[in-house]
């Protein structure tokens, strides 16, 4: 808090952009755009579009109120909420789950793709960054503090430095590099085997997929799906008989190119 008493208010633009601009957001944006371009990936996405007709462009507002649009719910006439461009959302989260990604950071980006052919990530992505600066006084103080927040950067930033107002630049780094080796090096190693962060992988879900082609034509979709989620549990995403569907003839055409 200042010498006013008014606590300092980040600029929301200005962090977003200081987030992005860090080698750590730029590596994974870059794996992401390489992940995109492969035969693979783009293989996925003509499929989608064809089976839900997707003409590219076609209505799209611009990429702020898409977002925008897309991160919130309408209500049916059943009084009941639902998410914009459900069979398109469902489909965007069938290829996260297949290609590894985490549906939260990157199904938005997915949905915006498949209707644009472009790649562009809501403001909030920003959080990609390695690294966090948080008012710990301030955060607490705020009327708007929502503690579901800290949850969530708990989770991405387990390990904190503590900084006195008073503290130069240099002693700052001059911290850093004498404390890494003996004590951020090592609580990093310790919360690393639980840490879950955007990546991507090009190895999609080989053997649940290669189970549900082997059994398609020869078992009753609803027993195969029971099947599917009792032998492959760790998948997260909850698949319909659509999904079964979609991942048989995918698998198929790749075998045909082989």
């Known amino acids: 808090m200042n010498e006013n008493n008014k606590v300092f208010k980040p600029d929301f633009e200005k962090e977003i952009a200081t987030s992005r601009s860090t080698k750590g957001f730029l590596q994974i944006s870059r794996q992401f755009s390489d992940l995109v371009n492969s035969k693979e990936f783009q293989s996925t996405v003509k499929q989608v579009r064809n089976l839900h007709s997707v003409v590219v462009g076609s209505e799209v507002p611009d990429e702020k109120e898409f977002f925008?649009?897309?991160?919130?719910h309408f209500t049916n006439n059943e009084g009941e909420l639902e998410p914009y461009d459900e069979p398109i959302?469902?489909?965007?989260?069938?290829?996260?789950?297949?290609?590894?990604?985490?549906i939260d950071d990157y199904i938005l980006t997915i949905i915006y793709y498949i209707r644009t052919n472009k790649i562009a990530f809501p403001k909030w992505v920003g959080h990609w960054s390695p690294c966090k600066v948080q008012d710990e006084y301030e955060k607490h103080t705020e009327p708007e503090y929502d503690p579901n927040f800290d949850k969530e950067d708990d989770s991405r930033y387990p390990i904190s430095i503590r900084i006195s107002p008073e503290a130069s630049k240099r002693e700052i780094i001059n911290f850093v590099e004498k404390s890494f080796s003996t004590r951020i090096k090592p609580l990093q190693e310790i919360y690393k085997k639980n840490y879950t962060t955007?990546?991507?992988?090009?190895?999609?879900?080989?053997?649940?997929?290669?189970?549900?082609?082997?059994?398609?034509?020869s078992m009753a979709k609803d027993e195969l799906l029971k099947n599917v989620k009792e032998k492959y549990p760790r998948e997260k995403r909850i698949i319909t008989n659509i999904d079964l569907g979609q991942i048989n003839y995918s698998e198929r055409n790749k075998r045909r190119k082989r």
């Open 68 to 72: 925008y649009i897309h991160s919130t």
């Open 89 to 102: 959302r469902d489909a965007a989260e069938f290829i996260c789950v297949d290609f590894g990604l985490n």
């Open 198 to 217: 955007p990546k991507t992988r090009t190895r999609p879900a080989g053997k649940r997929n290669l189970y549900i082609t082997e059994n398609y034509n």
